[in-house]
Every structure is written in structure tokens, then in C-alpha cells.
């Protein structure tokens, strides 16, 4: 019994070590696809509103407050966009994905010499803190945003679109507050967290945020594909294309 588990165990992992490659090059496939349609979205449209519902791409509207008319999504995009290229969860991911370096755990590199990000071209991912602290004031505006999405004409009201631009806001909160660099922001410079009567404030915060970070992983899937969503679903309301469901 015990040597026919072990067998099957065995098999089992086997199976698992020759299917490294799924997680890369389903990776490879979902970024590639995101920044496509990425592209695609900002280059390729001017408008990003629908009524209340305002595309993630386009919040903070910062094309309309500056009077500017072309690409007006750029303006505020290259924000959250480079904020994920920089992200070391994302890095990871695209590491193995694109660069096979390495493709997987216990792969070994497939690239002659690794350096890491100690030289150009992917030394500038160390800017990731400060894409942080902008990322952080386009989450308030999305916030903003979501609210926005409940005030029809003045009324209070619930349709889809206040839904999904309500969760939208959440998800890419839970992204951006389980941060790395965020973490270290609330927690860092610290040798002691009790010493000299600190408060505890931030040993409570930094606990927060630990426990959020480690799901850092899958509020990174999940806020992409929602953002993703809701700029579709806004892309089709404005083409006439669907039609928002109101509750009330
Ligand atoms: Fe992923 Fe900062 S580490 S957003």
C-alpha cells in the first residue's frame, strides 16, 4: 500500500515537473494578449466614458482637465501599465515567460550569463517604488470613480456598470495595498517596532499588509483581468453594442 502510494506519488510529480512549461506559456499568452488590447485601447480611442461610468484607462480624466485630444488615455495609462511592468510578482512571472530566466523552479536558465537587474536594459524595474506612490493617488481617483457610478442624473441608483467599477476599484486596492514596496513603506526603516514607546500602529498596518501580500499573486491576476473587463464592458457601452442592467 505504502510502496503503491509512493509509486503513484512519484508519478505523480513527475507529471508535474514535465508540465512546467503550462504556467509560462500561459503567461506569455494572457500579458501578450493585455498589452495588446492595451495598445489597442489607448492608441485607438478618445473616448472612455459612458454616462457615470468612466474606463480605468481613462481615470483620472487628465486629457480633459489639460484640454488634450489626442491619445487621451496615455496620459494617465502609463501610470498603472508601468506600475505592473515594474511589479516583482509581475517580474517573476515575465521573467519565466518571456526571457526563461529561469523558465521554471528547478529549470535550468536557458540564457548564457544572468544578471539579473544589476544593468540596463531591466535595471529601471527598481523605479517600481515610485510608479507605487502615483499608483496610489490613481486608486483614490478610482474610488472616486466607483462612486460616481451609483449617481445617475443626480438619483442614486445600481446598474452593472456600478458594480463592476465598484469591484474594480477593490481589486486593484487589494493589488496596489499588497504591494511589496508598499509593505516596506508602512513597515520599513524599522529595527524595532517597540522600542523607545513607538506606537503600534504600524506593526499593525505592517501585519495588514503581510497578510495581504501574500496573496499579492492573485489580486495581480485577478485586478488585470477586471480592469481588463471593465474597460471592455464600457468599450461596448459606448459602441451601443450592450446595454447597462439598472436595478433601480
Ligand atoms: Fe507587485 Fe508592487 S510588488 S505591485
Redesign the pocket.
Known amino acids: 500500500m505504502d510502496v503503491a502510494h509512493s509509486i503513484s506519488g512519484s508519478g505523480s510529480k513527475r507529471a508535474t515537473e514535465a508540465g512546467w512549461w503550462i504556467e509560462p506559456a500561459f503567461t506569455a499568452a494572457a500579458f501578450t494578449a493585455f498589452v495588446v488590447y492595451s495598445v489597442w485601447e489607448i492608441f485607438f480611442h478618445v473616448q472612455g466614458r459612458y454616462e457615470n461610468y468612466l474606463s480605468p484607462y481613462f481615470s483620472p480624466d487628465v486629457a480633459a482637465w489639460l484640454h488634450i485630444h489626442l491619445w487621451p488615455a496615455l496620459w494617465v495609462a502609463w501610470v498603472p501599465l508601468l506600475?505592473?511592468a515594474t511589479?516583482?510578482?509581475?517580474r517573476r512571472e515575465y521573467y519565466r515567460a518571456y526571457f526563461w530566466s529561469p523558465p521554471a523552479c528547478a529549470v535550468p536558465d536557458r540564457t548564457r550569463r544572468y544578471v539579473g537587474e544589476t544593468r540596463p536594459p531591466m535595471s529601471w524595474t527598481a523605479l517600481?517604488r515610485f510608479f507605487?506612490y502615483l499608483s496610489l493617488a490613481v486608486v483614490a481617483f478610482l474610488w472616486v470613480d466607483a462612486v460616481q457610478a451609483f449617481d445617475f442624473r443626480g438619483r442614486f441608483g445600481i446598474g452593472a456598470g456600478s458594480l463592476i467599477l465598484l469591484a474594480d476599484a477593490g481589486l486593484l486596492s487589494l493589488?496596489?495595498f499588497s504591494?511589496?514596496?508598499?509593505r516596506h513603506l508602512v513597515g520599513g526603516h524599522l529595527d524595532c517596532y517597540s522600542c523607545r514607546g513607538r506606537p503600534r500602529f504600524r506593526y499593525r498596518l505592517w501585519t495588514l499588509v503581510s497578510d495581504l501580500n501574500r496573496r499579492?499573486g492573485l489580486f495581480?491576476w485577478a485586478s488585470m483581468f477586471w480592469v481588463w473587463g471593465t474597460d471592455l464592458f464600457v468599450r461596448l457601452l459606448i459602441a451601443g453594442r450592450l446595454h447597462d442592467l439598472r436595478w433601480f
Open positions: 506600475f505592473r511589479c516583482y510578482y509581475y517600481h507605487l493589488y496596489t504591494c511589496h514596496a508598499f499579492h495581480a
